[in-house]
């Protein structure tokens, strides 16, 4: 089932591309009904820029293309899906328009235009327009929207017994009902598939007869799926953080993202041990750590954020140390492990289960992982527990168990983008998120297109760090100069 080819939705894509373009869970509380939809074709007429509402003035532009909710019918009723632009800031040395396809999933690719533009070099915002969009589901592209009560309600997702299972596929499929009923049919056509013919829809009506492209994280998924779909299309694609799209089951794809969490969680052992700026340096820090665990698990560490309120250690693993991986800021992480372990204990009391990433529903499309009965999900856990004995209930596993009993759209499948050009396939060797292996792996599948640019260093994104990492990747956006196979950028401190 997970190999059975390119699904029906992707030959519609490919049967209707003449006549088509010539393309978050939001917590949102209420009972709004489901937006209205128009019925009216998709064309590929130019996008109609304005200044974005933006209190800052920051000179984003930005523009709304109508697209259908579902590929396979393109003149059927359409949605509205939100972009943003910067305009090159040396118009003489303009190459074209940069799409850039944001991470998450959940990610708005327009708050990142109009907030976050540093995120691209100098050198790319001098050369291109760069231009984001909120993938369909999200921000302001017909968010996903559920009731608020119902989502406080969702079970935790540390499962203890065949009855905790089955409440959670009960109360999976009513959340899935409340959430169609107040998103409206796009509900239905959230996946990557799906945002690939947008993105197709979008560079037509950017007037860009190929495509330059960045994704990262998630967005790498888009990337890579576009150069699948529409290999002679692509002028450069950057594949930042890589997602691997044909790890073909949920015990392979749970160990792998649990091993690349806990690579960056020794990583951070052995830089406090290296480093004497380490506020844990000369103390047994896994021994530490397992303190703060224990005292989470019973509900007696503080959260530093609420003061006098539990933090369960879900939170711990998922919301502070991995979100220092990310950045690889072992040097805050130290601190704050220190400043929680010498807390006073709160007396023992239930912690709260955290609201799970704003885009469920999208991750669930793109992945089958399917957990048959309790037994099994037992099981899987063991397998993650094993392979990351430090960090206990990582974020994988409780969005296995927040899709189960969901369909899968554009499931798993080995990437074939015969005739692309080259691909750069750019990934630090410590990512806690996407780990080394998943982009040596995407980058075999490209074949003669796929170019692995190593970074030698740490966190979760790395175009630009350092100059090695930042000339390679400009020189690639802008010149087509594709660095040399096994080209590796050294660390630089973060």
């Not at 532009?61 to 909710?69: D, F, N, Q, R």
């Not at 940069?98 to 976050?116: A, C, I, T, W």
């Not at 292996?437 to 994104?461: D, F, I, K, M, N």
Request: aromatic letters at 6%; proline letters at 8%.
């Amino acid at each position: 089932m997970l190999f059975r080819g390119r699904s029906v939705l992707r030959r519609a894509a490919v049967r209707n591309t003449a006549m088509v373009a010539g393309i978050a869970i939001a917590a949102v509380a209420g009972s709004a009904a489901a937006p209205i939809v128009n019925a009216a074709p998709v064309t590929a007429r130019a996008l109609q820029w304005a200044p974005c509402d933006d209190p800052d003035k920051t000179g984003a532009e930005c523009a709304t293309l109508t697209v259908p909710i579902d590929w396979a019918h393109p003149d059927g009723p359409t949605f509205g899906l939100a972009v943003a632009r910067r305009q090159a800031t040396d118009p003489g040395a303009r190459v074209g328009s940069m799409v850039f396809g944001p991470g998450g999933p959940g990610d708005s690719g327009v708050e990142l235009v109009v907030s976050r533009i540093s995120r691209f070099s100098p050198e790319i915002r001098r050369r291109f327009d760069i231009v984001s969009f909120d993938p369909r589901g999200v921000g302001r592209s017909n968010p996903v929207t559920c009731s608020g009560d119902l989502l406080a309600q969702r079970p935790s997702p540390e499962l203890a017994s065949q009855a905790d299972f089955d409440a959670t596929l009960a109360y999976n499929k009513r959340l899935r009902a409340d959430c169609r009923a107040r998103t409206g049919p796009v509900f239905d056509h959230l996946d990557t598939a799906q945002t690939v013919r947008d993105l197709d829809a979008l560079r037509a009506a950017l007037g860009e007869a190929e495509l330059t492209f960045h994704g990262s994280s998630y967005g790498t998924l888009l990337g890579a799926e576009y150069a699948e779909a529409y290999p002679h299309r692509v002028r450069a694609m950057v594949l930042e953080s890589v997602m691997d799209h044909s790890v073909s089951t949920t015990r392979a794809f749970l160990r792998s993202e649990a091993a690349a969490a806990q690579d960056s969680f020794d990583e951070f052992v052995k830089w406090c041990a290296d480093d004497s700026t380490c506020a844990l340096h000369g103390r047994d820090v896994r021994t530490v750590w397992q303190g703060l665990l224990t005292r989470a698990q019973r509900g007696e560490l503080e959260n530093p954020a609420k003061p006098a309120t539990p933090l369960s250690s879900a939170d711990l693993v998922n919301g502070i140390a991995f979100k220092k991986f990310y950045k690889a800021d072992y040097a805050g992480l130290a601190k704050a492990i220190t400043g929680m372990a010498s807390s006073s204990p709160l007396p023992a009391s239930p912690t709260s289960v955290s609201p799970l990433p704003t885009a469920t529903p999208v991750f669930c499309s793109d992945w089958h992982l399917p957990v048959h009965d309790y037994q099994e999900y037992a099981s899987l856990v063991g397998v993650m527990n094993r392979t990351a004995p430090d960090l206990p209930s990582l974020l994988p596993i409780q969005m296995t168990a927040a899709c189960l009993g969901a369909p899968t759209a554009n499931p798993q499948h080995h990437l074939a983008a015969r005739g692309a050009p080259p691909i750069l396939v750019s990934n630090a060797l410590h990512d806690p998120a996407t780990g080394y292996p998943w982009a040596v792996s995407v980058a075999r599948q490209l074949g003669r297109s796929g170019s692995l640019l190593t970074y030698e260093g740490r966190g979760h994104g790395s175009v630009t760090s350092g100059p090695c990492m930042e000339h390679a990747v400009d020189g690639y956006l802008t010149d087509l100069t594709v660095p040399p196979r096994g080209t590796r950028c050294p660390a630089v401190p973060s």
